[in-house]
């Protein structure tokens, strides 16, 4: 873990295709529990839900990051993707 509280690293993009299909289907899944997403007046199935986060992944509307200073692995938005990159 990062000790320099003072200096975070900045979040690593990781490919989906460097994930296994179950640590891909993990992210996915806690990111989906934690992050109780609203999609709209009828909520979605959780199948649903999978195939469009797979296809926000696909389409580089949302990417996987490691965050080295939490030794976390997230799904950032690629505006908080953007904004990451312009902070370091």
Do not use: C
């Not at 320099?4 to 806690?30: F, K, R, T, W, Y």
């Amino acid at each position: 873990m990062n000790d320099h509280h003072d200096n975070p690293l900045p979040p690593i993009e990781v490919p989906m295709d460097a994930l296994s299909p179950e640590a891909l289907q993990g992210v996915i899944e806690a990111f989906i529990q934690r992050e109780g997403t609203d999609y709209g007046v009828v909520e979605a199935a959780h199948e649903t839900k999978v195939e469009q986060i797979l296809r926000q992944l696909k389409k580089g509307d949302i990417k996987i990051a490691f965050d080295p200073n939490t030794e976390t692995v997230g799904l950032v938005t690629l505006a908080e993707w953007k904004r990451f990159s312009l902070a370091r």
